[in-house]
C-alpha cells in the first residue's frame, strides 16, 4: 500500500500517530454522463496501489460480466456498487472510498452525472473541499458539466481540477485540450472559482492519473495524485466565526451535563464566554470533553461535549457563540435553493427546513429568479422544477440563527423537506441579502401620489408596491462583502450611537472615529445633520419623518457596509421600533447599538446649541426629553455613563468593545 512507511516495521505507534496527524481531503468527481468519473476513482486505487488483492480478483471477474471496456480490468465497477449502475455502466447513487497516502488521507465522492440524478451530485458536494469536474475529451464542455460546475461555485468550493478524459480517443491533441480549456474558462469566469486548474488524462490506460503520461509531454504540470497530495486546504476552514449547534443534551449522572456537538467554525477554548441562542443567555466554557479525555481547544470538524459554569438552558437545537461575534437571526431571509424533487417548488406551500440540528416549518413566499445553467443568465419564474436553481425568499414560523453561506458553510446551509412524505426536496445556500419589504416608503415629494376621493393620500408615507416596482430586483456585483472585507482586513460594522442631545453621541463617534483611522481601520462617520442638511432635507420632526429619517440613514450604512467600511452613526433615533427597524435593514450581525446614557438635566447643562433653551419656551416642538419621549434600549450592546468618563475615555471603551469584532484576525 503506498501509505506504508518503514515506521510500520520499526515503530507502529509512532506511525498511528503520524498517520492520525494527516489532513483530510474530501473531494468529488462529477461532470456529465459516461465522462469516465467512476473509472478515474478505479484507476486511481489501482495506480495507488489501494486495491486488495481479493478485491482486485473479484473486479477482474465481474469485468467479464459487466465490463464496459473491453479489458480484463474495468476500473469503474470498484465504485459502481448497484446492480443497475453495473449493468448499466453508469453511476445512480453516491459512492465513497476511503484512502490515504504518506501525505494526507482522503474521502472521494464519486457523484452521478445523469440530469435526473443532480441532487445526489449535489448531496456529496455538500462536505467537500476539491471538486474534479471531468470533461469527455471527444465532446467538450456540455450542459451538465456547466450545472455541475455552477453548482460547485454555490456550495463554496474553492479548487477546481478540471480532468480532459479520454484524450487518447482524440489522439492527445495538444489542440482539443486547449480548445477545451477556453471553452471552459470563458464560462467559468462568471463563477466564484478562485483555484481552477486545468489536467489533461486518460484514466482507462492511467496517463496522467498517479504517473505522468508519455503520451503528452506538452503537458508540463502534475499528474492528479501529485495535485491532491498537494493542494493546500489549510486556510479554508472558518476559524474565526465560532458556532456550535448543539445536537445533544448529555445527562449520564446529576453531577454532569455536557452539550454535544460538532464544531462548525471558529475555535473554542476553556474560559471562553459564550452565548446561547436565540435565548441570548451567557456563561462560559467550563471544560471540553472528547472520547479521548478533555481538550485544550476545540476547532472545526471536531465534535466534542461543552460543559459551561452556569446552570442555563441548553436545548437541542440551540447554538453556541461568542457574546462578540454573533450570527443573525432571522425568519426571513433569501438563498439560492437547488430543487431536488420531481413536484415543482410551489411558493406558498409548508414545507419544512432544517438548517444545523433545529428543524422548523416556513414558506417559500416567492421566486426571485431562475439560473439558466448555460449562460448564467437570470431569468423570471414563478416555481422550480427538478434540478433548476435559483433565487427564493423564506419565511419561517420561529427564527434560527444562521449565517450568510459564504461566511459559513454549515450554519448558512439548510435542507427543504416535504410534509407530507418526508422526502428532501431543496437544498439551500444563504446569502448575504435582506429580503425586499412588500411595501416602499416614498420620498415627502411622493407622498401624494396615491389618493383617494378628493385628492388626500391613501396611505401617508407609505406606497404599495406597483407595478414598475415589483419589476425592480436589487442586483449583486461580482465582487462579494467577503472579499471587500478580506482586502480591507476587517468586518464591516455599524456602530449606533443613541441618546439625548448634547449626551455625546457626536464627540464621541467622531474621536472614534479619528481612532479607528489611526489604527488602520476603514470607516466613515454618518453625522445626523449632516444628513438633515443633505438627503433627508425634506423631512421634518414628526413622528412619521423621524421614522423616515431613521429608514434612510439605515439604508446608506447597509451600503457603506457593503463595501466593507465601518460605519458610525450618532443619531438621537428615541423610538424603540425605528432602532428595531434600522437592525433589520442594516442587519443584526452587523449593528452593534451603543447607548450613550446621559441624565437629561447633565444634557441641559451642556446645551451648546441652546435647543433645550429654545424648546422649553416653546419654539422647538416635539423635542425629544421636552415634548417628546425617549425610549431606552432595553438590550443595547454597549452603555455608555459619560457623566464620569470623559469623550476620549468613551471612545476607547467603545473601541476596546468592537475591536475584536472589525478585524480579521
Known sequence: MSHQSDLIVTDIEAYLAQHERKDLLRFLTCGSVDDGKSTLIGRLLYDAKMIYEDQLETIKKDSVRHGTTDTEFDPALLTDGLKAEREQGITIDVAYRYFSTAKRKFIIADTPGHEQYTR??????????????????????????????????????????VAVNKMDLVDYSQEVF??????????????????????????????????????????TGSPLMHLLEEVYIASDANLIDFRFPVQYVNRPNPDFRGFCGTVASGIVRPGDEIMVFPSRKTSRVKAIHTFEGEVEQAMPPLAVTLTLEDEID??????????????????????????????????????FLKQTTTMTPGVITDVRYRIDVNTLHREDATQLALNEIGRCAFALEKPIACDPYRKNRTSGAFVVIDRLTNNTVGAGMIIDRKPEPLFTPLPRSARSVPTEKGGQPARPGVSVRT?????????????????REQALQQHALTVWLTGLSGSGKSSIAERLERRLHTEGFHAYRLDGDNLRLGLNRDLVFSKADRAENIRRIAEVARLFNQAGLIVLVPVIAPFQTDRRHAAEIIGADRFFEVYVDTPLEVCEERDVKGLYRKARAGEIPDFTGISSPYETPPTPALRLTTVDHTVEESADTVFRAIAARIRLL
Not at 129 to 137: K, V
Not at 204 to 209: F, P, T
Not at 330 to 348: K, N, R
Request: net charge neutral; glycine share 6%; with cysteine.
Open 120 to 161: 445526489n451530485m449535489a448531496t456529496g458536494a455538500s462536505t467537500c473541499d476539491l471538486a474534479i469536474i471531468l470533461i469527455d475529451a471527444r465532446h467538450g464542455v456540455l450542459t451538465q458539466t456547466r450545472r455541475h460546475s455552477f453548482i460547485a461555485s454555490l456550495l463554496g468550493i474553492k479548487h477546481i481540477i
Open 178 to 219: 486547449e480548445r477545451i480549456v477556453k471553452d471552459y474558462t470563458d464560462f467559468a469566469a462568471r463563477l466564484e472559482l478562485n483555484d481552477v486548474r486545468f489536467l489533461p488524462m486518460a484514466a482507462l490506460r492511467g496517463d496522467n492519473v498517479v504517473n505522468k503520461s508519455a503520451h503528452m509531454p506538452w503537458y
Open 314 to 351: 441548553v436545548s437541542r437545537g440551540d447554538m453556541l457563540v461568542h457574546p462578540n461575534n454573533v450570527p443573525l437571526i432571522a425568519t426571513h431571509f433569501e438563498a439560492m435553493l437547488v430543487w431536488m424533487a420531481e413536484e415543482p417548488l410551489q411558493p406558498g406551500k409548508q414545507y
Open 467 to 483: 407595478h414598475s416596482q415589483a419589476n425592480i430586483r436589487a442586483e449583486t456585483g461580482l465582487i462579494t462583502v467577503t472579499e
